[in-house]
Each structure stands twice: as structure tokens, then as C-alpha cells.
């Protein structure tokens, strides 16, 4: 029987977080890989991303008798596993745990189609012992909203690759006059907030998220065209980064919030318990800021006048990363929530 990973991402990036789940759970795991994570920007490759979504795990549910335990680092690997074995009304034989589990609200028809889905497929947890959410708020919220044993959920904090030290970044500060605001992302993000706070600023903002349209409004210059290597550029040449959360009880940003922390980049987010109560703490290792166009703009301007508050931020934000928010620490709290269930 083999414990596998679902991943939609390359092997390098598996690398550190199967190693700490590895020595947390004391098992061997193999990572089985399916990337469906293209960038949006037309519907061909929206359309291939719905069929892989259904189709790879598909196949791992044909293959489930070989499988003793299932950790669905996409998460809709894992939520798509358990609708096959719901709808096929098989008896369950693995163990599985749905990694950063996040349930986006959509509107109109669709929207309620995709509710009904989520809540056919999770099954009161029926064919789930383990859900990971990267924010604390969202475990009574989904527990209670899918009808899900809360003991079933863990807080775990999310973690990337150390981008930085592969690049050997020399994490050197950026002037002001020479950087940029940077604020990247796709989910939950109020960009109209962004362009109207910074837009007449004298100073340069950059967007970079595929689901826009790609212009440029005043001094803020949206892009759909950044890829992941072009992105990490521009963590090192950036002033610093913008995190503007839509709706705050949604979990999102925490990518981006520990891209920054890897850089050593002063981050500045808009207040969301996701984010603010989990992650970052105010003018110890970021800055939070209720979302007006005052606060931001004071929140930039006070990055640029206090360096000693930029020297602060940029040093503990890099201290918590190799502390908190790495590969290796993300597969060590899995393998801790997994075993537990």
C-alpha cells in the first residue's frame, strides 16, 4: 500500500515539505503530480483546468484499493476524491487529508450548483479524516457550514520555498525613489481599492494578477503576463508589498504575505483575521491598516520616512519565514495534523 501526495505543482516544490512529513509521520510518500494550475488567461485553458480537475483524480479513485493514505496538496483533488466515492457509494479504504481547504462563495446559478457540489462531495466528512485551513477563523465556519466534525479541522500556516536563497538574493533595501509597490495575487483581492488609494501617488505601483485586464490607470500599472520567475524578480526589486483583502473572512493572501517575508519586504495588509491575527503582527513583522486610502498612504509614507521601522519589518519578516513558513515546516504540520485524526 503506498501514501501518496496530490500535487498540481512541480517535484522541486514538494522536495522540503515531503521531507518534514516524512520525518513527522514516519512513513514513505510519493508525490504524483498533475498541474492544472495555468495561468487564466482565456477560456481553453480554463476549460482544461475543470477537465483535469475531474479527470486526475478520477484516476486515483479507480487505482484507491493500492492506496492506504491520500494528503491532496490542491485541495479540489481531494474534494473531487471524496464526490467519485460518495457518488460511486464505495466503502471507504483510505485516509485523507485536503490540504488549505478554502470555500469562495459564487454568485447566480452557478454558484449554487457549486455549493450543492462542495456539500455532495465533502459528505459530512464522511470519506475525510483530515482538513488543513491556513487560517483559524474558517474551521468553526466550514465546520458548521458543511456540516463537518470541527475536530476534524487544523490550523495550519502556510509555507513555500526559500525563492530568496536559491536566487542568492542579497536582501540589500530598496529605496524608495527606486522601488515600487508591489501587490500581486488573484483571490479575494479589492484592486479597486489599490487604484483608487495609489493612483494619483507620485510614486509607481505595480498589479500583477492574470484575471485582469492588462493597462495602466495614473501611476499604478496593472499586468496579466507575470509568470512565477518573473514574479520573484520583482519580490527583489520591489519597495515593498500590498496585501488589500476583499472580504476579510475569506482566507487569501498568505502566498504573497510570506513571498514578502522570504524577500525581507515590509508587507503591508489590510486588517482580515486571516491574515492579521495569524500571520502578521502590527509593526512587528508587517503593518495592518483598516482599509482607507489615509491608512495606506500614511502606511507607505511611514515605510519611506522610518527606516528603522523598514530595517525592523524586513529583518523579523525574514526571521519568522525560516522559522514558520517554509516547505519543510508545512510538511511537519501536516504529517502532525494527519496523524492525530
Known sequence: MENIILIDSDLQEAQDFVIGLQEESGKEWK??????????????????????????????????????DIIAWQQFYGVIFSFYCRLFKVKKSNRLCIMTFIYKEKSGLLGKIYEKFVDFALCNGEYIDAITCTAKTEMKYYSDKFNIPFEKFTFVPWGILDYAKESEYDFKPIAFEEGFVFSPGRSNRDWDFVIKSLKNETYRTLIACD????????????DNTIDMDASLKLFEKCFCVLVSIDNPYISSGQTVLIQAMNYGKPVIITKS?????????????????EKTVENLQAAIMELKNDTDLYMRLSHNGRKEYEKKYSKYSLGKNVGAAFAIR
Do not use: A, W
Open 31 to 68: 508525490v504524483i503530480v498533475c498541474n492544472s494550475n495555468k495561468p487564466r488567461t482565456n477560456r481553453l485553458y480554463n476549460y482544461l483546468r475543470y477537465f483535469k480537475y475531474f479527470m486526475f483524480p478520477f484516476q486515483i479513485f479507480l487505482k484507491r484499493k493500492i492506496y492506504n
Open 273 to 289: 483575521p486571516g491574515l492579521s491575527d495569524d500571520y502578521i503582527e502590527d509593526h512587528v513583522n508587517g503593518i495592518v491598516i
Open 211 to 222: 484575471d485582469l485586464k492588462k493597462e495602466t490607470i495614473g501611476n499604478v500599472v496593472i
